[in-house]
């Protein structure tokens, strides 16, 4: 299927066509679980999340010692970054809109993960360090999870986050309809600051 995509002059943000986009409420419980592992090479949701979760943890210990750092990770999917995390001494809490990864995270993992949207998520104490890993570009107002990630953090808290940048993702097959907006390193710079960031490196 080809999907349009439109670029904004001002920040370069390249965002979805309207015509093309989801209801976030039942794509993300049912519909974005089953696309994603269905195109995965391994099939093996599993061990791609842990696979994926080395790599994101080498570099969060870069960041703050591990060991009894409270951290909050938001769409956790199957939760290999949080169950890493927790094995190297961490306090780990996770937020997960899929009815199926979010299950999987508690009752087999064993892990506090509710289910949900970070927006109306309420864990009644904030963290050391929030992780949005590949997140911000599947919704449409960016500025509501990072000024909720925002008011999450410990005064000297950490937000790390991944997405996609436009100009490589236009190279790439990762314009799909699950991804609303595809960043610019200015647009990046700007939306964080509007959430009350302090930008310490992006790269």
């Not at 696309?35 to 969060?60: C, E, G, K, M, Q």
Request: aromatic share 12%; with cysteine; net charge neutral.
């Amino acid at each position: 299927m080809r999907i349009t995509y439109h670029v904004c002059d001002a920040c370069k943000t390249s965002f979805l066509d309207e015509a093309f986009r989801k209801d976030p409420s039942s794509y993300y419980t049912k519909e974005y679980e089953a696309w994603f592992y269905r195109n995965r090479d391994d099939r093996i949701p599993i061990l791609h999340a842990f696979s994926d979760a080395t790599a994101r943890v080498f570099l969060l210990s870069f960041l703050r010692p591990l060991n009894g750092l409270s951290v909050l990770d938001v769409g956790c999917g199957y939760a290999g970054t949080l169950a890493l995390l927790r094995r190297l001494g961490a306090q780990t809490t996770g937020v997960e809109p899929s009815e199926g990864c979010a299950t999987f995270d508690h009752e087999v993992l064993g892990l506090d993960v509710t289910r949900g949207f970070l927006e109306t998520f309420q864990p009644g104490r904030r963290f050391g360090l929030v992780t949005l890993f590949d997140v911000i570009e599947h919704v449409e107002d960016p500025l509501a999870p990072l000024r909720a990630a925002h008011s999450l953090l410990e005064d000297d808290g950490l937000l790390f986050f991944t997405t996609p940048h436009n100009k490589r993702a236009a190279q790439s097959v990762i314009f799909q309809q699950s991804h609303v907006l595809l960043f610019s390193l200015h647009s990046i710079q700007k939306i964080l600051t509007q959430a009350g960031f302090t930008i310490r490196k992006l790269f």
